[in-house]
């Protein structure tokens, strides 16, 4: 059973400051997807990485998949209460794979 | 945009009772799947299938039964409810075959209380 490990399960901001949340797994993904969960909604995907190494921006949310594709990270620039949710990393373990494992989630709170 | 919708969203149930969650997409979407998500457990996948009339076991599937007699609706079957089944379900649904790496798209969830 591959597991994907997050940290941290709890963060609390100030609004402006920056944070990073890791996604770690000891298996290979062939990709990693971030989706951010609202209270009283379903996830919303907000980004998939597929290459080692390759890095994409989200207006201030930076999001990286490490060179082996075993982890990945969430970086938020100038956080806003509008970001505040639950951030999960889920991940497919093959090309042909349609069963995604995901992590257990960030709950992430941007006091104003 | 209605994409995938789950009935009912609330529902209050005793030990032993029966119960069916209902799941619909308009995305004409391969794939569908029902997960429960626990505080501190993340998204736990229940079953999935990858087409109409098809369905599979995922991590946790033991007291649930599913169907999908049409490719727009999946309905996940409580038989004899117990309180470890207290839990928020979501549906998610996935496009094609053959195309990796697919995001999924989620209901709002059904938050489900076993008395």
């Known amino acids: 059973t591959q597991l994907l490990e997050q940290s941290p399960q709890f963060l609390s901001i100030q609004e402006g400051e920056n944070l990073t949340v890791y996604c770690n797994s000891s298996?290979?993904?062939?990709?990693l997807q971030w989706y951010r969960q609202e209270p009283g909604e379903g996830p919303v995907l907000l980004v998939t990485?597929?290459?080692?190494?390759e890095v994409k921006k989200l207006k201030r949310l930076t999001f990286q998949f490490g060179d082996a594709r075993k982890d990945s990270s969430l970086h938020i620039t100038a956080a806003q209460p509008g970001d505040t949710g639950l951030y999960l990393c889920?991940?497919?373990?093959?090309?042909?794979?349609?069963?995604?494992?995901f992590g257990k989630g960030t709950k992430l709170s941007v006091i104003p | 945009n209605a994409g995938v919708t789950q009935t009912p969203k609330f529902r209050v149930l005793k030990t032993g009772q029966s119960m069916t969650l209902l799941c619909a997409q308009d995305?004409?979407?391969?794939?569908m799947y029902w997960y429960r998500q626990d505080p501190g457990m993340g998204l736990r996948l229940i079953h999935y299938?990858?087409?109409?009339?098809?369905?599979a076991k995922g991590e946790v599937p033991d007291g649930y039964n599913v169907s999908r007699l049409k490719k727009q609706n999946f309905l996940l079957g409580l038989e004899s409810a117990a309180p470890s089944q207290t839990s928020v379900y979501f549906c998610?649904?996935?496009?094609?075959?053959?195309?990796?790496?697919?995001?999924?798209?989620f209901g709002d969830g059904t938050r489900l209380s076993i008395l």
């Open positions: 998610a649904s996935s496009w094609a075959p053959g195309q990796p790496n697919q995001p999924q798209h």
């Open positions: 298996s290979v993904f062939s990709s």
């Open positions: 990485v597929v290459t080692g190494g």
């Open positions: 889920a991940g497919y373990s093959g090309a042909g794979s349609y069963q995604l494992t």
């Open positions: 995305m004409n979407h391969e794939y």
């Open positions: 299938s990858v087409g109409e009339g098809t369905t």
